[in-house]
């Protein structure tokens, strides 16, 4: 599986943003896919997540609830993530992930996913 994000940059705080990931290869296993970022000198942490059989199984971090919303287009198997009232705190890469392991259910843990993007940077100035 390939992912590719896009739709990251540069805006000021308050600002909104959609991300997009983009998924090609060997897609026909998909379980959960989720949004990570990473910020300078801080570990990858989970954004929010979702299941690919089920929207309204989802999962968001504490710092982003109410708003970020995550969502996905399967025939275009593309996930996003609609991002508002951004902090200069959301500054980070983001990336996209998938887990194609059934067994897997665990949505927060980066170790459930086994495939990711090269990710996208989203700076938010004050």
């Known amino acids: 599986v390939h992912l590719v994000e896009s739709g990251g940059g540069l805006v000021q705080a308050g600002s909104s943003l959609r991300l997009s990931c983009v998924a090609s290869?060997?897609?026909?296993?998909?379980?959960?896919l989720g949004w990570f970022r990473q910020a300078p000198g801080k570990e990858r942490e989970i954004v929010a997540a979702?299941?690919?059989?089920?929207?309204?199984?989802?999962y968001y971090a504490a710092s982003v609830q109410g708003r970020f919303t995550i969502s996905k287009d399967n025939a275009k198997l593309a996930l996003y993530l609609e991002m508002r009232d951004l902090t200069p705190e959301d500054t980070a890469v983001y990336y996209c992930a998938w887990n194609t392991r059934r067994n897997v259910f665990a949505m927060a843990p980066s170790s459930s996913y086994n495939y990711w993007g090269q990710g996208t940077q989203v700076t938010v100035s004050s």
């Open positions: 979702i299941w690919w059989d089920d929207d309204t199984i989802t």
């Open positions: 290869g060997d897609t026909y296993s998909k379980h959960i």
